[in-house]
């Protein structure tokens, strides 16, 4: 076993939490034990309240649109079946959409009779947001983006992409799960009609835990698939749906991680989110320089400004290999397969890649034993 501390580099997918977030959950489910899950909800009312002041203030939003979900593809799922197509209607995505939601939207498309159709990409991979411009039409009901792919560094041109739906009063969903926690976030500038996100990956947060974004004016459009007594409430008898994002939730979730997202949301803000992005895209910076002097490692990050998130393979190693090998040397990045993003990788002519994520909280001596590692694979290589 290597006797090395852990050099962690997979934030993408789920970051590091804090001891003080850890904390915050830990104090809740001790007071579940004295009080009862009730009772202690009750208790930490003002705390839990809190969560969607801080939420909106990540966002760039009103607290009334944010609703609490236990994942980024619950929230973008709940939405997304509220809307119904008729046949020839057009669904419009990104050619690195991610593969979650590019599965359900196809499935919606055939459930309909819609089609779901590529935005071409530019020569550096964003979309191209002329072709896009072009495309729009009555037909076209729906834009769905993944602002930050997860097999690289490509960010989108998501307020741009926002200004041409919202011309054409075309519905825009945007997953932000790569971007909320690492870089600002501003709704309104964004233009989009419903973002999602996880906690559990730049926010540093739980698994279990994620934020929903729907625009007030979006809102009322959208109509539940299934329902209960709290997203619809007994008024004068009569189940009434709530008039805020909250119509989403249900009347069932768990309060210590709800608490422990709202801490990471809260030390998230209070470093500043300029301040992460700077620290995370210099740190990524510094990775990719080294690697690009590595005749045996192949880059394969794409666009003209690039995130935390870093996509290599190496020559006559498979990806596994790759990891396998770092993993022994206390080392933990990830794989990415086709699925994750089947559009980008089978268009590449790529099956997987090894993808690399520093945070923050990523030091000095961690970046060198990790470069150390990769430079040394030139040694299994076949």
Request: proline share 4%; glycine share 8%; aromatic share 4%.
């Amino acid at each position: 076993m290597n006797a090395q501390p852990l050099a962690y580099f997979n934030h993408a997918g789920a970051s590091l939490m804090s001891a003080s977030t850890v904390d915050a959950m830990v104090s809740h489910l001790h007071l579940e034990t004295r009080l009862g899950g009730y009772g202690a909800a009750v208790h930490q009312h003002k705390a839990l309240a809190a969560v969607y002041t801080h939420a909106a203030q990540l966002l760039g939003c009103d607290a009334d649109e944010i609703a609490l979900t236990d994942s980024h593809s619950r929230g973008w799922r709940e939405v997304m079946n509220c809307l119904h197509f008729t046949p020839g209607d057009r669904i419009l995505v990104g050619r690195s959409e991610w593969g979650g939601n590019y599965a359900a939207l196809t499935h919606i498309a055939q459930r309909d009779g819609a089609v779901v159709e590529t935005i071409p990409s530019t020569p550096t991979g964003e979309v191209c947001l002329t072709q896009l411009a072009a495309m729009l039409d009555h037909r076209v009901r729906l834009i769905s983006l993944t602002w930050l792919p997860a097999n690289g560094g490509l960010i989108q041109p998501a307020a741009h992409v926002g200004a041409l739906a919202h011309a054409a009063k075309i519905p825009f969903f945007l997953d932000a799960a790569q971007a909320v926690g690492q870089m600002p976030v501003d709704v309104r500038s964004l233009n989009c009609d419903v973002l999602t996100t996880p906690g559990r990956k730049w926010l540093r947060g739980p698994r279990g835990t994620g934020l929903l974004y729907v625009r007030r004016g979006f809102l009322q459009a959208l109509q539940p698939a299934a329902l209960d007594h709290f997203s619809a409430p007994l008024t004068n008898g009569q189940y009434q749906l709530r008039d805020d994002a909250r119509r989403f939730e249900t009347s069932e979730a768990n309060m210590a991680a709800r608490l422990g997202l709202g801490q990471a949301i809260q030390e998230a803000l209070a470093q500043g989110l300029d301040t992460i992005q700077a620290h995370v895209q210099s740190k990524a910076s510094k990775i990719r320089e080294a690697l690009q002097g590595m005749p045996h490692i192949q880059n394969h990050d794409v666009g003209t400004q690039l995130s935390g998130l870093i996509a290599f393979t190496a020559q006559g190693l498979t990806s596994d290999t790759v990891r396998t090998h770092l993993t022994q040397q206390g080392i933990e990045l990830a794989v990415n397969g086709t699925a994750f993003t089947p559009l980008d990788m089978r268009a590449r002519g790529l099956t997987d890649v090894v993808r690399i994520s520093p945070h923050t909280t990523t030091t000095d001596e961690e970046i060198a034993r990790l470069l150390d590692a990769v430079s040394n694979l030139a040694d299994l290589t076949p």
